[in-house]
């Protein structure tokens, strides 16, 4: 016979506000099996947790319900204190009357009947656990990076020099991201070359670091400290190990004219390229789409100037799978296309500011390409119609941010600090030039971030507008802008040589593609999700795969790196174990009852399903049967749900379980 | 109106079936081999095992074949290891459930040899097993078939296959008639149809895709379907079965031809399939080895189902 222990929290008053926990003991203690019921202000705090364990030791409990929060909150804290009574974790189960109850209703009467409905269901339900020894699983000390920018360059780095070797997969030709397309840094407009670049180099020679770039995830299989991860590297058309990064073959090249994505198709390279020079590998790259080569079979020019033989027109795209423990994910950022409305999309664009048939309107990143000393204009600021400097310039903020009406509803929270950098560059190059700034707030939270912004309004002489911009056209070849000042309260209009719209950040295309393949969650607009917003921000609710940078929402270069330190750090601590303990929630087969049909392997996301033969005692095959590997079993059900003859049970998610807690009802 | 259906290659076949099961079992390619015999009723017909050579002429086919014979193969399976393979007399229609079969582990290929029979169609009732075979007999099953010539089998006899009179498409038309129903009168359609059930399980029993050795209808911890003849447990039963065919079945129609309440279960059939054909483009029983859609994923899967 059960002696079922019943918990109640108050959790503060966050469930006592709306459920009489008082009478939720009492009730519940009267059900077949519960030996004990009690309420408790706070459960998981310390003496919470004693008042269960002493309970469980005074009235020799069997099995423990905590009504509290979601599992997902507490689960681990009390079965860990279950097992410091002497009792097997999984005979104790929580039942949720916080998110599933007192939360979500305001009538006390009815929410403390379901919430004695809850437990009820868990009592009966806790009836049926059965003890189960943890599992342990080793641990493959090797990480995976997803995304070569800061972040990625970050996480690698601390990973790496703690000894363990990192896989670091690009998707462009080059590691460097975002970051090395920037002019100047704020708030201290450092060069992000010159802090950038080291960091790249030190990549490429670090013993411990292998780089795949102009490579993709293909498939993410297997769990944590024991993912396989298939990576598909692209054709490079050149042999990386040959190359010796000498330039002739890109000099030699008779396509020049191919807009540079880089440069933000303000500069040209040829068809076999380095995106940049300061590239990380520096080994370039042919571009199939456009080399003479691929089109008509002729030319073959490169080829015939390298000196080492790198080029290689035969290459294909090759797959291979790396065995990983962990998994960094910084695939980073991309702007809003402005001009475009993609089908199906929340977006709506924004085609009457004229970005794309207006020439001299360009977003943030455009115009950092112009004011770099790397970029298509050696840093000096010219328009891209004409190459005029522009005298009178006009910046946009919360161009697709906080615009619920276009579709984002999230700050992009760089774009103030950048448009301010932008205006003291602009300054700093056209010194008889005048900059305004349409804003709706100045957001300057950050260290250093206030003051900076007032600079360039008290010392670098940006005049601040408040008020949005209704409309641009061109006339001759100015920019009309026509906008409001609220503060003032009248319309204005500036005629400007160039517009620069400070366009809202959003996930790289493909971040949903990519979630699927990792089975990571993701919000509305494809940013990823933390495990929790507070106390879990690095991590994914997917156990050993960590986010880093803006991938998981926008953020600024401090951010990003301390976010990438981060989940290097959480991929330490894993890896700083040689065996990991795992929950034994894991897929049982009954034999008897399987015919064999391994519609349970064919659903299994995690490949635990194996065929296994029942031989009798003479060796003659009787049948074949599914059988789940415990070590590789995610728990998710799948196999139990997919079973046609209801032979495969998830331990703790019985179907017996189940019908025993509907029938509670 | 009335149409007659030429029948004259069914004698033809019946010859070659013969000619090929002696040789195939003098030649101890096949134990056994799974066919039709002559019942005792004038013009009816059973099913047969035969593992002499000197029985092959107990082997015919006439309109009055109906039994899709996969299913003895389920049964038979575990003595393949022992004896060796079987050979099996098969219509384009049962084809189809050897193929699902085979893609769900049940059969090996290797393990049979298939005689593949061209069919022009069989009766619809074979209660009055002497009909003339008619567009008005024929089988509703028959109407829609698009497989009377059977591929990939190890033989099939060289008939030409006669030219099939307009029939008309039960199926389609009476999935049409419910499709136009309001949820509630559709729900009173099967709710009456299924309170007919006596629960006697001969659609189980006859279907090839009901292969597991415990059915989760007679499990009893927990058990998951009431067992006696009450609308509840009926409702559960149905769904159950026609949720578990969905992808699978690709319309032999005995669990309609044994049903001897007239439940028209191979309607719910048809329905499954049309939804897989109208969401995922997919037809059961044409490819081994195929996951199919209900057991894959594919994140171009058209979604709009969640709401």
Partial sequence: ?665 | MTQPIDTSIYAAVTEAIRSEAKRILSEGQVSAIVGYAVARRKGSAQPIVISDAADVSKLIFTPACVNNLSVYLTKAKKEIPKNGKIGIVVKGCDLKALVGLMGESQLKREDLFLIGVPCAGVLGSVLQPDTELTSDTIASKCRECGERLPQGCDFVPSVTLPATPEQEQIYAAEIARLEALTPAERWAYWKEQFSKCIKCYACRQVCPFCFCEQCLCDRNKPQMVETTPRPAGNFAWHVIRAMHLAGRCAGCAECERVCPMDIPLNLLNRKMAKELKELYDYEAGFEVNDKGPLASYDDKDDQSFIK
């Fill in chain 1, 1 to 665: 016979m059960s002696r079922i222990g019943v918990f109640i929290c108050h959790c503060g008053e966050n469930i006592s506000r709306t459920v009489d926990v008082e009478r939720v003991a009492r009730e519940v203690g009267q059900l077949p099996g519960v030996a004990f019921s009690t309420d408790y202000k706070y459960m998981c705090s310390d003496p919470g947790q004693n008042l269960l364990k002493k309970a469980i030791q005074e009235q020799k409990l069997s099995h423990v319900v905590v009504a509290a929060c979601s599992p997902r909150m507490h689960e681990r804290t009390f079965r860990k204190a279950v097992e410091a009574a002497g009792l097997n974790p999984f005979l104790c189960e929580m039942a949720n009357i916080r998110e599933h109850c007192s939360w979500v209703h305001e009538d006390k009467e009815e929410a403390t009947v379901k919430a004695v409905e809850i437990v009820g269901m868990m009592v009966e339900r806790v009836k049926k656990n059965r003890v189960l020894p943890t599992i342990t699983v080793p641990v493959t000390k090797r990480a995976l990076v997803i995304g070569g920018g800061i972040a990625g360059i970050q996480a690698a780095l601390d990973i790496a020099d703690c000894g363990h070797e990192v896989i670091l997969v690009e998707r462009e030709p080059s590691i460097g991201g975002h970051m090395a397309q920037l002019s100047e840094t704020f708030p201290t407009l450092d060069c992000s070359q010159c802090i950038m670049t080291p960091k790249m180099v030190d990549v490429a020679n670090h013993p411990k670091i292998k780089l795949y770039t102009w490579s993709e995830i293909e498939r993410v299989e297997g769990y944590i400290g024991n993912f396989q991860v298939t990576i598909k590297r692209k054709a490079r058309s050149v042999d990386e190990d040959k190359c010796t990064g000498c330039g002739v073959c890109m000099e030699k090249c008779p396509v020049r004219k191919i807009p540079n994505k880089f440069d933000c198709n303000l500069g040209m390279r040829p068809a076999i390229y380095v995106p940049f020079p300061q590239a990380v590998p520096n080994t370039p790259v042919i571009d199939r789409e456009n080399c003479i080569k691929f089109k008509t079979g002729k030319c073959g020019l490169c080829q015939k100037v390298c000196g080492p033989g790198a080029v290689d027109y035969e290459q294909e795209d090759i797959l291979i799978v790396e065995a990983v423990g962990a998994i960094v994910v910084a695939t980073g950022f991309d702007l809003y296309t402005i001009d475009e409305k993609p089908k199906g999309s929340l977006i709506k664009g924004y085609g009457e500011f004229g970005h794309g048939k207006i020439p001299d309107v360009v977003d943030g990143m455009t115009f950092e390409r112009l004011a770099s000393a790397s970029g298509p204009t050696g840093g000096k600021i010219l328009r891209p119609s004409d190459g005029k400097e522009p005298k009178q310039i006009v910046f946009i903020q919360c161009i697709g941010s906080r615009a619920r009406e276009k579709g984002i509803s999230y700050c992009s929270k760089v774009c103030c600090m950048y448009t301010a950098k932008h205006t003291m560059l602009y300054h700093h190059k056209v010194h008889d030039g005048q900059a305004y700034v349409f804003f709706m707030d100045a957001r300057t939270p950050g260290k250093s971030y206030d003051e900076f912004w007032r600079r360039s309004i008290e010392e670098e002489e940006a005049v601040y507008i408040r008020g949005m911009v209704s409309r641009l056209y061109q006339k001759g070849d100015k920019i009309v802008v026509m906008g409001s000042d609220i503060a003032v309260g009248v319309q204005v209009e500036i005629e400007a040589d160039m517009v620069v719209l400070a366009t809202a950040i959003q996930p790289q295309k493909g971040a949903d593609t990519l979630a699927q393949k990792l089975g990571i969650s993701y919000d509305k607009y494809n940013f990823y999700s933390e495990a929790h917003a507070k106390l879990r921000p690095v991590e994914c609710a997917t156990a050993g795969i960590y986010l880093a940078g803006a991938c998981q929402g926008p953020k600024d270069i401090p951010d990003t790196v301390s976010q990438a330190s981060a989940a290097a750090a959480k991929v330490m601590t894993l890896f700083s174990k040689d065996k990991l303990e795992r929950e034994p929630i894991v897929a049982r087969v009954k034999e008897a009852g399987c015919v064999g049909c391994f519609y349970c392997k064919k659903v299994c996301p995690y490949g635990a399903v194996e065929e296994k033969e029942i031989r009798d005692r003479q060796g003659n095959l009787i049948k074949v049967v599914a059988y789940v590997n415990p070590g590789v079993c995610g728990g998710c059900g799948t196999c139990q749900a997919t079973c046609p003859s209801k032979s495969v049970e998830l331990d703790g998610y019985t179907d017996e379980q189940i019908v025993a807690m509907i029938e509670s009802l």
